[in-house]
């Protein structure tokens, strides 16, 4: 069964008197496991797809099912019980609360599922210990290199053990050497058993991925299965040849 | 998300902006504090006029004796005894509503201790006034039945006037007392009683047996009483229906008709208490609009920083939004922090409001007096501008659209 399953999705915008027709019939679906990236310029639709799937926004018609269940006609409140349940967030911008710890960012989603405070401490260590943070838990994002925050940020998607993981542009503001890090982290969760969905706008970022789905003008342009980059064997490599900058 | 996660919350962002936190409630702080206080302070005043008036003892009805009426000449009430010892009796025996009348024979008379003399009133009574106006002895006894009976020449005296005759330490009781120069025995000291709310001291008086004080301080006609009736109601309530039971009583036996004016009053000093406490019930009402105004000003200025600070934290509500917060959650937060912000805000007003109170109260003298209902009330409504003026903001949070909230810049 396909974690995420849409059948004929529209979704149009009133601009005033304009009706803008962001998405036009999309028909998609993921398996699980999968590490999917969504390409696409501005304007073709990829982020109206995936406030969609991400449960953040409501199709104007069609079905969605996510993990077998239908969600396009649920109201707010119950959105967010499914966000909170069986999704995980990475922003490009990382969306950290600002003075508030490493640990305490990463329980946030626990709060929300109500969560014990012991349990919520417990399963936030061990989720930064699974993205390598585990000796940065007290650490607030204003000491953190955006790298590091990143990381928090995944362990906050983590945390809950959810289904699937949102990226948007995960790496945007990342350099190079610090993005392949992150990607590795993603392929992990794959092998894992947590499927990945990635937007981005840079080729080298989706190479790790295993399937490409490029959006245009409101349709899926062309949806490729690949073999994906092995992360890790860049990180090796380029820790081989590449030396410090000065 | 249980109700302590909430308060741990919001908690911790008005502690992020300590500030400005401060600053928000400051009016309120200051409403609560001014008011406070000026309760304080005037619920001291009133509980004064108020015990001053007890003091006289409660539940007193004073009858006086008539008007005269000399070829269309009208003498005020007190210019001719038309009481009777019969009229006192009657009183004790048929109105069931008075539990206590006692005679007051009044004069003022030089009193002599051995190196000493003090002007003062004297007043014939029996035992019962001291029981209507509330009064025990300091030392030594009170009046008895047997001391009328005997015309006995024995004297009770008032704090004030011992301290001028024998010395503010000194005991007087078994000492001689000269009234027009008649030795009397000093038989009992009354407690202190202070000044009353017109500024007569109660102390400064002697009491003797009433038969006494007619044969040998001051002769009148044997079957007039010449003075005034004090009466003791059963019950504060019942001060009302004593004094109509009286009027009629008395009318019937003075034998005035209907449309006759009477030839006595009955004076009811809790008209005068009441009269006291309207002034009090006026400036209460007063601090209580002042109240009402400044806590309305503190409540927009918090409703103001609340909606800066849901403009602030526009991203974090999204954030929120996204990891699962549902617009319930969110409502609550933004309310709990307004409701905590003011209720802080009512608590430390409080405080300042007893402790300015307090200042002012031993700086001046005034009396103060803190009533718990009026603290409760404060903070009470303190919380509930709190969450009128938090919901707008919060409301406005809860309906955020976390697309547009994770965008905002």
Not at chain 1, 67 to 80: K, M, N, T, W, Y
Not at chain 1, 138 to 151: C, F, V
Not at chain 1, 176 to 203: D, N, R, Y
């Amino acid at each position: 069964m396909p974690i995420i399953d849409l059948k004929t999705v529209s979704k149009v915008y009133q601009m005033g008197d304009v009706e803008v027709r962001a998405l036009r019939e999309v028909s998609f679906a993921v398996e699980t496991r999968d590490f999917v990236a969504v390409m696409g310029s501005s304007g073709s639709g990829k982020s109206t797809l995936m406030n969609i799937i991400g449960c953040l926004d409501r199709p104007t018609s069609g079905a969605y099912h996510l993990d077998g269940q239908e969600v396009s006609r649920l109201d707010r409140s119950q959105l967010a019980h499914v966000r909170n349940r069986t999704l995980g967030f990475v922003f490009q911008s990382f969306n950290l609360l600002s003075r508030t710890s490493a640990l305490e960012n990463v329980e946030l989603p626990l709060v929300y599922a109500g969560t014990a405070a012991r349990e919520r401490h417990r399963r936030a260590s061990a989720a930064l210990g699974r993205v390598g943070l585990a000796k940065r838990l007290d650490h607030h994002p204003n000491q953190m290199s955006g790298g590091q925050q990143q990381r928090v940020a995944i362990a906050r998607a983590l945390v809950t053990e959810p289904r699937l993981i949102l990226a948007d542009e995960p790496t945007g503001n990342l350099d190079s050497q610090t993005s392949i890090e992150i990607m590795a982290l993603f392929q992990e969760l794959g092998s894992a058993g947590i499927t990945v969905l990635l937007v981005t706008h840079e080729p080298d970022i989706a190479a790790y991925a295993s399937r490409v789905v490029v959006m245009r003008d409101g349709v899926v342009k062309s949806d490729t299965r690949q073999t994906p980059r092995r992360a890790s064997d860049d990180l090796r490599s380029g820790a081989a040849q590449e030396e410090p900058p000065p | 998300m249980n109700p302590f996660e909430t308060l741990r919350v919001a908690l911790r962002a008005l502690l992020r902006n300590k500030m400005r936190s401060f600053l928000t409630v400051l009016g309120i702080i200051i409403g609560v504090g001014a008011v406070i206080a000026m309760v304080a302070i005037g619920e001291g005043a009133k509980a004064r006029v108020e015990e001053s008036f007890a003091s006289m003892g409660s539940n007193l009805l004073i009858v006086m004796p008539g008007s005269t009426n000399a070829s269309g000449a009208r003498g005020g009430f007190g210019s001719m005894p038309t009481l009777t010892w019969d009229d006192l009796q009657a009183i004790r025996r048929e109105v069931s509503s008075v539990r206590y009348a006692a005679a007051q024979l009044r004069t003022n008379a030089q009193l002599m201790s051995e190196d000493q003399n003090w002007s003062t009133s004297v007043t014939g009574t029996s035992p019962e006034y001291f029981l209507i106006r509330n009064w025990k002895v300091a030392s030594g006894r009170q009046l008895l039945d047997s001391d009328i009976e005997t015309s006995a020449k024995v004297v009770v005296l008032g704090q004030t006037v011992v301290d001028k005759l024998f010395g503010a330490s000194a005991d007087a009781v078994g000492q001689i007392v000269r009234i027009k120069n008649i030795p009397f025995e000093v038989v009992g000291v009354l407690e202190k009683k202070g000044q009353s709310a017109m500024g007569q001291d109660y102390d400064d008086g002697a009491f003797v047996p009433q038969s006494t004080f007619q044969s040998k301080i001051q002769g009148g006609l044997q079957k007039f009483l010449s003075g005034t009736i004090f009466i003791g109601a059963i019950s504060t309530d019942a001060t009302a229906r004593a004094e109509e039971q009286i009027e009629s009583l008395l009318r019937d036996r003075h034998r005035i008709g209907p449309g006759m004016d009477d030839d006595f009053s009955v004076r009811n000093l809790t008209e005068m208490a009441n009269a006291q406490q309207e002034g009090t019930r006026t400036l209460t009402t007063l601090l209580a609009s002042i109240a009402a105004v400044s806590l309305l000003v503190g409540g927009i200025g918090i409703m103001n920083i609340m909606l800066v600070s849901v403009t602030e934290r526009t991203r974090e509500i999204g954030l929120r939004m996204a990891v699962g917060a549902t617009p319930f959650n969110i409502l609550l937060q933004f309310l709990v922090e307004a409701l905590t912000l003011a209720t802080a805000g009512g608590i430390v007003g409080v405080l300042i409001g007893v402790f300015s109170a307090g200042q002012l109260a031993s700086r001046f003298g005034w009396p103060m007096l803190i009533r718990p209902d009026i603290v409760v009330i404060s903070v009470g409504f303190s919380a509930l501008v709190g969450v009128v003026f938090g919901l707008y903001p919060a409301q406005k949070a809860s309906r955020l659209d976390p697309i547009d909230a994770l965008r905002y810049e």
